[in-house]
């Protein structure tokens, strides 16, 4: 609607490269529904203090390439070459740019290149898209950015050119994990700036044609087809709960992952920190549900390939922790398994780190009422997950194959199956107890019962460790990397 405006109003000026007239001057036929766009710009900056933080703290870079540039002074980008379409019926465009800009932080590290920016218009659907790739994975065409188009009226720039300044803009839910989880959903971003020329009517979309072919031959035969086939949709329903006995090999339709991390670490951060859950994640008593993203099974190959959604956050500001583990994958295969968790701190996310190892010794594959379950399955850190707690000078606080709290999978492979219900699918620390921690809460229960014998802490009759717990002489922070170090006694070593 803005652009279409911005013709009338373009128009109005008697600028004749954005006229578009009712009907050709010759024969009174309908005028073109699509127009070229042409010599484009797009000038944004993505996030001024993001901007800031790259150059001054993470001590990065920043680089415009392949037709971009950036103003002096850490200033905006500006993206060229747009070209694309105007709609002349709905009022939609779709302009695609040329140019990189690419925010590097070897400290930090972070590497994150936006390219392939294209900005798209037509009511709530408004956006600015691109291709993000964040530290080596990228996504292709996400929705970065929203664009709020309301309130916005257009202006006449050089030579003819139709400009859309400063359009509010907010991070998008894909934009959010595109940028490391360092920004949330809805956090505001720099405004942009559209700026557009109107060249020739475009061709018209091949749109009639192959509409007609396809209603006249695929109508008669499809629908004769599948009307008459329940069959095959009864098969692939069935087919995952009924061959053989209780075998399922095909796609979950829902589930759940449950686990509490360590639950002397959960603890720990109850002594005087805070645990927060987002992305669907619920806190249950034991621990901590995750909701099913995707998942397949083959229960007779003993194979399962399940991923999980949502967050939890452990901070700690008194002794320097923010760490928040998120974006889970299950992979098990006969016997052996393993966790693949997202680990963001302060200084960035190591995304896929191995771990856990998962112990699938005695545990069945196999459904029951449609429902397949890996329970309590026995977990220990891998060399990996244990470094997540290092500090460069002391190293981690914890060793590989140090047990960490038994994992509960639960895939369901039809609608009405039911999983169970949250809290019952916990184990508790494993050779330490149950892992209760009182509904929707961390702690609870003394710190030296639940780590068992190899991990024994002092208890000081207020249920945490004196030391520990207090940030006192032995217990060193790394500043922002979510370390802990445990206060040695002369008996032994105090973890975590």
């Given at each position: 609607?803005?652009?279409?405006?911005a013709?009338?109003?373009?128009?109005?000026?008697?600028?004749?490269?954005l006229?578009?007239?009712?009907t050709?001057?010759?024969?009174?036929?309908?005028?073109?529904?699509r127009?070229?766009l042409?010599d484009?710009t797009?000038?944004?900056?993505?996030?001024?203090?993001?901007?800031?933080?790259?150059?001054?703290?993470?001590?990065?870079?920043?680089?415009?390439?392949?037709?971009?540039?950036?103003?002096?002074?850490?200033?905006?980008?500006?993206?060229?070459g747009?070209?694309?379409?105007?709609?002349?019926?709905?009022h939609?465009?779709?302009?695609?740019?040329?140019g990189?800009?690419?925010?590097?932080?070897?400290?930090?590290?972070?590497?994150?290149?936006?390219?392939?920016?294209?900005?798209?218009?037509?009511?709530?659907?408004?956006?600015?898209?691109?291709?993000?790739?964040?530290?080596?994975?990228?996504?292709?065409?996400?929705?970065?950015?929203?664009?709020?188009?309301?309130?916005?009226?257009?202006?006449?720039?050089?030579?003819?050119?139709?400009?859309?300044?400063?359009?509010?803009?907010?991070?998008?839910?894909a934009?959010?994990?595109?940028?490391?989880?360092?920004?949330?959903?809805?956090?505001?971003?720099?405004?942009?700036?559209?700026t557009?020329?109107?060249?020739?009517?475009?061709?018209?979309?091949?749109?009639?044609?192959?509409?007609?072919?396809?209603?006249?031959?695929?109508?008669?035969?499809p629908?004769?087809?599948?009307?008459?086939?329940?069959?095959?949709?009864?098969?692939?329903?069935?087919?995952?709960?009924?061959?053989?006995?209780?075998h399922?090999?095909g796609?979950?339709?829902?589930?759940?992952?449950?686990?509490?991390?360590?639950?002397?670490f959960?603890?720990?951060?109850?002594a005087?920190?805070?645990?927060?859950?987002?992305?669907?994640?619920?806190?249950?008593?034991?621990?901590?549900?995750?909701?099913?993203?995707?998942?397949?099974?083959?229960?007779?190959?003993?194979?399962?390939?399940?991923?999980?959604?949502?967050?939890?956050?452990?901070?700690?500001k008194?002794?320097?922790?923010?760490m928040?583990?998120?974006?889970?994958?299950?992979?098990?295969n006969?016997?052996?398994g393993?966790?693949?968790?997202?680990?963001?701190?302060?200084k960035?996310?190591?995304?896929n780190?191995?771990f856990?190892?998962?112990?699938?010794?005695?545990?069945?594959?196999k459904?029951?009422n449609?429902?397949?379950?890996l329970?309590?399955?026995?977990?220990?850190?891998?060399?990996?997950?244990?470094?997540?707690?290092?500090?460069g000078?002391v190293?981690?606080?914890?060793?590989?194959?140090?047990?960490?709290d038994?994992?509960?999978?639960?895939?369901?492979?039809?609608?009405?199956?039911?999983?169970?219900?949250?809290?019952?699918?916990?184990?508790?620390?494993?050779?330490?107890?149950?892992?209760?921690?009182?509904?929707g809460?961390?702690?609870?229960?003394?710190?030296?019962?639940?780590?068992?014998?190899?991990?024994?802490?002092?208890?000081?009759?207020?249920?945490?460790?004196?030391?520990?717990?207090?940030?006192?002489?032995?217990?060193?922070?790394?500043?922002?990397?979510?370390?802990?170090?445990?206060?040695?006694?002369?008996?032994?070593?105090e973890?975590?």
């Amino acid at each position: 609607m803005a652009l279409a405006a911005a013709v009338a109003t373009v128009v109005t000026l008697g600028a004749a490269t954005l006229a578009l007239p009712a009907t050709a001057a010759d024969g009174g036929a309908a005028a073109p529904s699509r127009l070229e766009l042409k010599d484009g710009t797009l000038d944004w900056g993505v996030k001024e203090s993001f901007r800031k933080y790259v150059t001054g703290i993470a001590m990065g870079k920043i680089e415009a390439t392949d037709g971009a540039k950036q103003a002096a002074d850490n200033g905006v980008f500006t993206y060229t070459g747009g070209t694309g379409a105007y709609d002349t019926g709905t009022h939609a465009t779709e302009t695609a740019f040329k140019g990189g800009v690419r925010f590097v932080s070897t400290a930090h590290r972070f590497d994150i290149k936006i390219a392939d920016v294209k900005v798209r218009t037509g009511g709530n659907a408004s956006a600015i898209q691109a291709d993000v790739t964040l530290n080596g994975a990228t996504q292709n065409d996400i929705d970065l950015a929203r664009l709020d188009m309301t309130g916005i009226r257009p202006g006449q720039g050089e030579g003819g050119a139709m400009v859309l300044k400063d359009i509010p803009a907010t991070l998008t839910a894909a934009g959010a994990k595109a940028f490391n989880g360092m920004y949330k959903e809805g956090d505001k971003l720099d405004p942009a700036t559209l700026t557009v020329k109107a060249g020739a009517p475009l061709p018209e979309k091949p749109t009639e044609k192959p509409t007609d072919k396809p209603t006249d031959k695929p109508t008669a035969k499809p629908t004769d087809k599948p009307t008459g086939t329940p069959k095959p949709t009864a098969t692939p329903t069935a087919t995952p709960g009924t061959p053989g006995s209780g075998h399922v090999a095909g796609d979950a339709v829902d589930g759940r992952l449950s686990w509490g991390l360590k639950k002397s670490f959960r603890a720990y951060i109850s002594a005087g920190g805070k645990v927060t859950v987002a992305g669907g994640a619920k806190k249950v008593t034991g621990g901590y549900t995750f909701p099913h993203a995707k998942a397949h099974v083959d229960s007779r190959a003993k194979k399962a390939d399940a991923s999980f959604g949502g967050s939890v956050r452990f901070t700690y500001k008194a002794h320097g922790i923010d760490m928040k583990f998120s974006d889970f994958k299950v992979r098990a295969n006969g016997a052996k398994g393993t966790l693949l968790v997202d680990v963001t701190t302060p200084k960035g996310t190591n995304n896929n780190v191995k771990f856990a190892t998962l112990d699938l010794s005695k545990t069945s594959y196999k459904a029951k009422n449609d429902v397949v379950r890996l329970d309590k399955v026995p977990a220990a850190f891998t060399a990996a997950g244990a470094k997540q707690f290092a500090n460069g000078a002391v190293g981690s606080i914890y060793k590989p194959g140090q047990k960490l709290d038994p994992v509960t999978v639960a895939l369901s492979f039809s609608e009405g199956a039911q999983l169970p219900s949250g809290g019952a699918q916990f184990g508790g620390e494993a050779g330490g107890g149950t892992g209760a921690t009182g509904s929707g809460s961390v702690g609870g229960g003394s710190v030296g019962g639940a780590l068992g014998d190899a991990d024994s802490l002092a208890a000081t009759g207020a249920d945490v460790p004196s030391a520990a717990l207090l940030g006192m002489a032995g217990v060193a922070v790394a500043a922002g990397a979510g370390a802990v170090y445990a206060a040695r006694r002369t008996r032994g070593t105090e973890a975590v």
